[in-house]
């Protein structure tokens, strides 16, 4: 059982930042993957970011060069630059180990233009 609690959503203008934050109730490094999604109103959820425990990342390629996913020996975390409109939704902390998958309680991120 691994408990994911996030932080950080909120409300802000197109080509604003946000850091959103998850913290785990294990250690972050005995953790395989950590990752965040997002799912938009009307749409399903989808990959925003990964990052395994030897610190290769991967990103949706609307992200690309917006997005950077890293962790600390504490939390992970998504810091989101030049944010636009269709950024805004619902953003989730996941969490793989082993087998399992771990979700958080999700964060509504709203940007306005």
């Known amino acids: 059982q691994v408990q994911l609690v996030e932080s950080g959503g909120g409300l802000v203008q197109a080509g604003g930042s946000l850091r959103l934050s998850c913290a785990a109730s294990r250690s972050i490094f005995s953790i395989d993957v950590m990752g965040w999604y997002r799912q938009a109103p009307g749409k399903q959820r989808e990959l925003v970011a990964t990052i395994t425990s030897g610190d290769t990342t991967n990103y949706a390629d609307s992200v690309k060069g917006r997005f950077t996913i890293s962790r600390d020996n504490a939390k992970n975390y998504l810091q989101m630059n030049t944010l636009k409109a269709e950024d805004t939704g619902v953003y989730y902390c996941?969490?793989?180990?082993?087998?399992?998958?771990?979700w958080g309680q999700g964060t509504q991120v709203t940007v306005s233009s």
């Open positions: 996941n969490a793989v180990l082993g087998l399992r998958r771990y």
